[in-house]
C-alpha cells in the first residue's frame, strides 16, 4: 500500500472532475435522440475516433495481462495479440468503407442488411445479447478485476471499494453522456495514460535495484526474456505463440477489439465516422499507436519486475492482504508502482484510472447500444420514441455495470478471459470475412458457427474429452486444440451453407446497392439483377479491395517494423534498430504511394 500526498489526491480527484463535467455537459445533445446517444450524429473525424480507439484498448487490464505474459513466457509471448495486426490493417484498408458505407445504426443490425426473414431476426436480436451481454460482461469483468488488483496493491482497498469508488463514476459520466461523452473524455484518457505509462517505465527502469536499461537486459531473471520472436529451436513455443496467431489465429478468431473484417466498438467509430475517408483514417491510427508503440512501456516494466518480485513468492511477502485467488504474475505491474514517487504516482493512478474508465465506457455505450437497438427495439417495442430508447440505454449501461461488477470479484487473472473469448470465437472469423464478399453465404452459416464454436470450445475445455485429447499424453498436442475448434467449426458452417437455401435475390441485391462490395464473389447477383434490368452497381466505383490487400500487407512491414525498431532501440541493438527503422521508412513511403490509388478509387 502506497502513502498518496495532497498533490497525488490533487491529481486524481482533478481527473474525476473533469470526466464528470464533460458528461454532464454533453447529456443534453446526447440524449436527443439514439443516433446521438450511439453515433454522435455520424459526424466524428479521423483523429478524435483514431485517439478513442486507443484509449479504449488502453485497459487496467492490458498492462496485467502484458506483464503476466512477459514473466512467464517472455517478450514474445505478445505474438498472441499483435498477430491481430493483420485483420486490424484488413479493416483499415478494405471493411471500414464498406461500413460506412452500410449506414446501419450498429453492426449487429448487419445481419439485417445482409441476410433476410426469420433467421435474420433471430441471429440480430441473439447476437444482441450474446455479444452485448455475455460477451461484454466477460470483456469488463476483466478490466474490473484489473482496477481491483491496482486497488488492493497500491491503496490497500477491498475489492468492493474498488468497483464503487471507480465504477460509480464511469457508470454515471457513461449513462449520462453517451457515446458523444466517452468519445470527448477518451481524448483526454489517452494523453494521461501514455504520460502515466511513460514516466512509470522511465522510473522505475532507473530504480537503484534495476540500475537502468543495461543492468536491466544483462539480469539473469531477465536475459532469457528479451527475444521479440520465439526461440525457433523450441518447436512447441514457436507454434503457439507465432505459428498458430500468425496463420490460423487473425482471421478465424472473434475478439472485441479486433474482429475480422471489423466489428464491435472498432464498427461503432467507423460508423459515427464523417465519411469513408475519415473512418479508414481512425482504423489506421488506431493500429498504429495500439501495436507499434504503446507496448514498450509496458513490457519495460514487465521485466523490470523481475528484478524487484523475481516469483510470485516475493509479491506475496510484499503484499500480505491480497488473497490467495488474486494472486498472479499480473500483480507485478501494480507492485512496481508502489515505488513510484508523490507526483508522478498521482499521476500514473490517475492514468490507470483513465484506461479503466475509458474502455469501461465505451463497453457500457456499446453493448447498450446492442440492447436498445437490435433487441428491445425489435423484440420489445418496436414503436418506442427515441426519449424510451434513450431512457432503456442508460438503464442497461447500469445493469451491465453491475453484472460485470459481480463478476469480477470471481476471477483470478485477465489470461483466462483471453483464452475463453479466443476460443469461443474459434471458427467464426472466416464468415465475418467473406460475408461481405460471398453472396452464397447466409444467416444460418452464422448461426451454425456460433453454436458449433460454442459446444466444441467447451467439450475440448472439460476434463475427460480435453484430456484425452491435448492433455500430456493424448492423441495430439495441446496447440493443436485451436486449430480444431477452428477446424470443425468451419467445416460445418460450409456445410450447412451448401444445403440450405440462399438469401432471397431482393435481399442480396439491396445489400450490393447499398454497400458495393464488388468482387467475383458477387458475379451471379450482378449478372441476375442485369439481365433483370435492375441497378444495382455503381460505376463509379472501383473494385478496391486487391488494392486493399496490397496496401494491408505494406501496413503490416510498417507498423511490425516500427515496433520491432522501438524495441530493438531500447535494447541497445543498433544495427537491428536501424535495419528496421529503413524498413519502417521504405514501406511507409510504398504505402503513401499506394494509399493515394486507394482513396482514389473510394472518392
Not at 456 to 477: H, N, Q, R, T
Amino acid at each position: 500500500m502506497v502513502s498518496l500526498s495532497t498533490l497525488d489526491y490533487v491529481l486524481i480527484f482533478s481527473f474525476f472532475a473533469i470526466t464528470l463535467f464533460i458528461g454532464l455537459y454533453v447529456s443534453k445533445k446526447s440524449g436527443k435522440n439514439s443516433s446521438e446517444y450511439f453515433l454522435s450524429g455520424r459526424n466524428m473525424p479521423w483523429w478524435l475516433l483514431g485517439i478513442s480507439m486507443v484509449a479504449t484498448t488502453f485497459s487496467t487490464d492490458t498492462p496485467n495481462f502484458v506483464t503476466d505474459i512477459v514473466r512467464k513466457d517472455g517478450v514474445s509471448a505478445n505474438w498472441m495479440w499483435w498477430a491481430f495486426l493483420i485483420t486490424g490493417l484488413l479493416t483499415v484498408f478494405v471493411y471500414a468503407k464498406l461500413w460506412r458505407k452500410s449506414a446501419v445504426n450498429t453492426d449487429i443490425e448487419f445481419y439485417e442488411l445482409r441476410y433476410g426473414g426469420k433467421p435474420a431476426r433471430f441471429l440480430r436480436s441473439f447476437r444482441a445479447l450474446y455479444l452485448g451481454l455475455l460477451f461484454n460482461v466477460f470483456a469488463m469483468a476483466g478490466v474490473t478485476l484489473a482496477a481491483i488488483k491496482i486497488g488492493s496493491i497500491m491503496l490497500g482497498l477491498q475489492p468492493w471499494e474498488t468497483i464503487v469508488y471507480a465504477g460509480t463514476v464511469t457508470v454515471a459520466f457513461s449513462a449520462v453522456g453517451g457515446f458523444k461523452g466517452v468519445v470527448y473524455t477518451d481524448f483526454i484518457l489517452f494523453f494521461t495514460a501514455m504520460a502515466g505509462a511513460i514516466g512509470a517505465a522511465y522510473y522505475l527502469v532507473n530504480l537503484p535495484e534495476v540500475g537502468g536499461l543495461d543492468a536491466l537486459f544483462s539480469n539473469e531473471n531477465v536475459a532469457s526474456k528479451l527475444s521479440i520472436l520465439p526461440d525457433f529451436s523450441n518447436t512447441e513455443a514457436l507454434i503457439t505463440l507465432l505459428i498458430i496467431p500468425l496463420a490460423v489465429q487473425w482471421w478465424s478468431s472473434w475478439y472485441p477489439g479486433a474482429e475480422p473484417g471489423g466489428g464491435g466498438y472498432i464498427a461503432q467509430r467507423m460508423l459515427a465516422a464523417k465519411n469513408e475517408n475519415h473512418a479508414i483514417g481512425a482504423t489506421f491510427f488506431f493500429n498504429i499507436m495500439h501495436y507499434a508503440l504503446r507496448p514498450w512501456p509496458w513490457i519495460i516494466v514487465a521485466l523490470a519486475s523481475l528484478v524487484v518480485f523475481p516469483d510470485i513468492a516475493s509479491i506475496q511477502e510484499a503484499f500480505p492482504n491480497v488473497t490467495q485467488d488474486k494472486l498472479g504474475h499480473d500483480l507485478a505491474y501494480s507492485a512496481m508502482l508502489t515505488k513510484l514517487p508523490s507526483g508522478l504516482l498521482g499521476l500514473v493512478l490517475a492514468s490507470l484510472v483513465a484506461a479503466y474508465m475509458s474502455t469501461i465506457s465505451t463497453h457500457l455505450n456499446w453493448g447498450s447500444s446492442y440492447i436498445v437497438n437490435d433487441f428491445y427495439k425489435q423484440q420489445v417495442n418496436k414503436d418506442a420514441s427515441e426519449k424510451e430508447l434513450v431512457r432503456v440505454g442508460r438503464i442497461s449501461t447500469v445493469v451491465l455495470m453491475i453484472l460485470s461488477a459481480l463478476f469480477a470479484l470471481y476471477l483470478q487473472n485477465a489470461k483466462q478471459l483471453f483464452d475463453i473469448i479466443i476460443m469461443f470465437g474459434a471458427g467464426t472469423g472466416l464468415i465475418f470475412i467473406l460475408r461481405w464478399f460471398w453472396w452464397r453465404i447466409n444467416a444460418w452459416s452464422e448461426i451454425y458457427a456460433m453454436i458449433v464454436s460454442g459446444v466444441v470450445s467447451l467439450l475440448f475445455a472439460s476434463k475427460s474429452i480435453g484430456d484425452y485429447l491435448f492433455g500430456a499424453e493424448a492423441i495430439m498436442p495441446s496447440w493443436a486444440k485451436f486449430p480444431m475448434v477452428v477446424f470443425i467449426t468451419t467445416t460445418v458452417w460450409l456445410i450447412v451453407t451448401f444445403i440450405t437455401q440462399p438469401e432471397t435475390k431482393e435481399v442480396l441485391q439491396a445489400f450490393y446497392k447499398r454497400t458495393q462490395p464488388g468482387g467475383p464473389g458477387w458475379t451471379k447477383i450482378v449478372n441476375q439483377a442485369k439481365a433483370e434490368n435492375i441497378t444495382i452497381v455503381d460505376v463509379n466505383e472501383g473494385w478496391s479491395v486487391p488494392a486493399g490487400v496490397i496496401a494491408m500487407l505494406l501496413g503490416c512491414v510498417l507498423i511490425y517494423s516500427c515496433m520491432f525498431a522501438t524495441g530493438y532501440w531500447i535494447y541497445g541493438e543498433v544495427t537491428l534498430a536501424i535495419s528496421t527503422t529503413i524498413s519502417a521508412i521504405i514501406s511507409g513511403f510504398l504505402l503513401k504511394k499506394f494509399w493515394k490509388k486507394i482513396k482514389a478509387k473510394i472518392l
